[in-house]
């Protein structure tokens, strides 16, 4: 899934990995339903529909290790656990307390995000930096709002001002990350 509003860049990433489809959640509807702040991340889902543990950082393997402090193996043990032996870490009471439960305010934030992807779609450039602000006003911790929005601010999600947001976000106490599986630090 990728949640980033520049369709071309998630197309030029994708073109390495034919293989996978890729959801583009532009509108951040996915995420939402699925409390998921960040890519990449996995909600485990049974067969039955429900949701048994809730959206968590999960590395495929260690790359970007250095950078997040995530060990890609704890979340594949887990995972493998509940696969094999219908064992879990988190029980339905757990899973519950772990879902997010979005504020007005995370809601409102999220609202404006919508509305400024749409007028930047229809070339109103303008109006969605006016709805961006608001935003970005309403949840300066959101890496979708903040990180998924620096395409349509002319910004690098991976230069200089995503590194000086991951750095606000540590120093805020890295908020909407509840599980950290495998976090190292």
């Known amino acids: 899934m990728a949640i980033d509003s520049d369709?071309?860049?998630i197309r030029e990433w994708a073109a390495h990995a034919p293989e996978l489809t890729v959801l583009v959640d532009r509108e951040y509807i996915v995420a939402e339903r699925y409390g998921i702040?960040?890519?990449p991340a996995a909600v485990w889902?049974?067969?039955d529909g429900r949701?048994?543990?809730p959206a968590d950082t999960a590395m495929g393997d260690d790359r970007f290790r250095a950078f997040a402090h995530i060990d890609s193996a704890v979340h594949h043990?887990?995972?493998r656990a509940w696969v094999l032996r219908n064992e879990r870490d988190l029980d339905d009471e757990q899973v519950a307390a772990n879902m997010e439960r979005p504020s007005p305010e995370l809601q409102l934030a999220r609202l404006h995000r919508r509305v400024a992807v749409l007028l930047h779609d229809r070339g109103d450039t303008e109006g969605a930096?006016?709805?961006l602000a608001a935003a970005e006003a309403l949840a300066p911790h959101d890496w979708v709002i903040r990180r998924g929005s620096m395409p349509m601010h002319d910004q690098d999600?991976?230069?200089t001002e995503f590194f000086s947001f991951v750095e606000e976000w540590m120093q805020a106490g890295s908020p909407g990350y509840s599980l950290r599986t495998g976090r190292e630090d």
């Open 7 to 9: 369709v071309a860049a």
């Open 37 to 39: 702040v960040n890519v």
């Open 45 to 47: 889902i049974d067969e």
């Open 51 to 53: 949701i048994v543990r």
């Open 77 to 79: 043990d887990l995972l």
């Open 129 to 131: 930096s006016t709805h």
């Open 157 to 159: 999600p991976f230069g």
